[in-house]
């Protein structure tokens, strides 16, 4: 029997990792991608090199990327599903004390190398019906104090889906855009630099979704008939919602 092949960006922590875990799990072979090394590694010894082959490379980094795909082993050459899931968010500052160093790593990281790494995989997901499932964020679709950046490039990430749903109309491409709310991973420790008390204040007593959530859902997204097509999935823990608008009075 011939395994799909599932390119997971972001590998090493989070929804990256769990989504590993499941397609595993599910018979498929992962391309996994991402910084640090020593944790791509653990995934190889723990499902074997023929199941999971570790691409160690930062996302920003093109020639790195393109390197990685030109040399990628025989059985894992042929893709069948990208998960671009490699992102961060940098910062909680408003714009007007927001660091723009940190500004250009969210655009560069969410936006820039997203694209870059769907340009290169597109032929051979349309040669193979394939499918790409992008993760995007609610904080594309609702502002909220300090989002400004990260909210951006998630923004871009949602509308570059449906864009490229209507692009790849007739290739049998399926494009979906995932959009979680708060979710405890490595996520807030990135953001704050570190601050794992800051991390555990913002989840406690809020039963936020976890890594295994998403990965249950790009799971079934990429497993249903192929004649069915996920636009979006938006989604929260039921103990986040919207709020309103501010109102300045001067
Ligand atoms: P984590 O911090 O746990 O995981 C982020 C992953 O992205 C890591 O594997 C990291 O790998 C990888 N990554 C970051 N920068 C680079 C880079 N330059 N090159 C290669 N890989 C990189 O966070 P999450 O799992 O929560 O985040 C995954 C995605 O989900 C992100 O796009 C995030 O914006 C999005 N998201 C998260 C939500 C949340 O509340 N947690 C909610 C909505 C969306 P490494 O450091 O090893 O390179
Ligand atoms: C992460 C969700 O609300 O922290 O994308 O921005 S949020």
């Known amino acids: 029997m011939t395994l799909k092949t599932a390119w997971i960006t972001g590998a090493t ?5 769990a989504t590993v875990e499941r397609f595993v799990a599910g018979g498929w072979r992962v391309i996994a991608s991402g910084r640090r090394i020593e944790r791509l590694q653990q995934l190889v010894a723990r499902h074997g090199a023929e199941r999971v082959h570790a691409a160690a490379f930062d996302v920003r980094d093109e ?17 069948d599903l990208l998960v671009n899931n490699a992102g961060l ?14 500004w250009k790593q969210m655009i560069d990281t969410n936006v820039t190398a997203l694209v870059t790494l769907t340009h290169l995989l597109l032929p051979q997901l349309i040669e193979r019906r394939g499918a790409i499932v992008n993760i995007s964020s609610i904080a594309g679709s609702y502002p909220y104090m ?23 109309h007739g290739t049998g491409v399926r494009v979906t855009s995932v959009e979680p709310g708060m979710a405890e991973t490595e996520f807030t420790l990135v953001r704050t630099g570190g601050d794992q008390a800051a991390s555990d204040q913002l989840y406690a007593g809020v039963q936020p979704i976890t890594a295994d959530d998403i990965a249950d859902t790009v799971w079934w997204i990429a497993n249903l008939p192929p004649h069915l097509n996920v636009n979006r999935v938006e989604m929260m823990p039921v103990n986040q919602s919207a709020a309103g608008l501010q109102v300045h009075r001067g």
């Open 13 to 17: 922590s989070g929804f990256g990792a």
């Open 63 to 79: 020639a790195a990327m393109r390197a990685t795909h030109a040399d990628l082993p025989h059985a894992f050459a042929g893709i």
């Open 89 to 102: 968010a940098l910062g909680t500052a408003p714009a007007q004390r927001a660091d723009l160093a940190q």
């Open 146 to 168: 300090g989002g400004n950046v990260y909210g951006g490039t998630k923004a871009f990430v949602s509308q570059f889906t449906q864009n490229l749903r209507t692009d790849l």
